[in-house]
């Protein structure tokens, strides 16, 4: 049986904290499906197609990796996707207490997917989707926080 997760988010926009979570977990898992959650709660700062051609461009030599946006429940997104893991990575103990909430309610509701936790490489654990976006925002130079082609279209379409 393929080990498959779906590592799930908003990737708005992807920062090099997720890429390292997929790159490493790529050791763990057959097959990464980015599942890129649409929030009716959130509003984004790119267009979902903006998001998964982002994501489809890091991963483009790695067959392994695809992405695809969703609505609703994570864990019926997998159960869709034949996903037996949810990926998630944790940045501090706040990240833990708050993905643990999330992975015992997805565990009462789909009792056969299992979370899993990656933690983040030291050098990404202060780079967050939401923290990019502030310095977009204030004109700051965001490129030691995302993968080259998310600054590079930035750089080109700078609003």
């Known amino acids: 049986m393929e080990n498959v997760c779906v590592f799930p988010g908003t990737f708005d926009p992807i920062t090099l904290g997720h890429v390292d979570i997929i790159r490493r977990a790529l050791q763990l898992f057959d097959r990464i499906i980015v599942g890129v ?10 267009s979902i ?6 994501i489809r461009a890091v ?6 990796v695809e992405a695809e946006a969703y ?3 994570t864990v019926a997104f ?7 893991f949810i990926l998630r990575g944790i940045r501090y103990v706040s990240d833990f207490e708050y993905e643990k909430s999330i992975a015992d ?8 997917i299992e979370t899993v936790f ?5 050098a990404y654990a202060t780079t967050a989707s939401t923290l990019v976006r502030d310095v977009i925002r ?6 030691a926080f995302v993968p080259e082609v998310v600054y590079r279209t930035l750089q080109a379409n700078p609003g």
């Open 37 to 46: 959650g649409v929030n009716s709660l959130k509003q984004p700062m790119f």
């Open 49 to 54: 197609e903006q998001r998964l051609d982002w």
């Open 59 to 64: 991963f483009a030599n790695e067959p392994r």
């Open 71 to 73: 609505e609703g429940l």
């Open 78 to 84: 997998c159960q869709k996707k034949q996903a037996r």
């Open 105 to 112: 309610m997805n565990r009462a509701l789909a009792p056969d």
């Open 118 to 122: 990656l933690a983040s490489a030291p």
């Open 138 to 143: 204030n004109g700051g130079d965001i490129s």
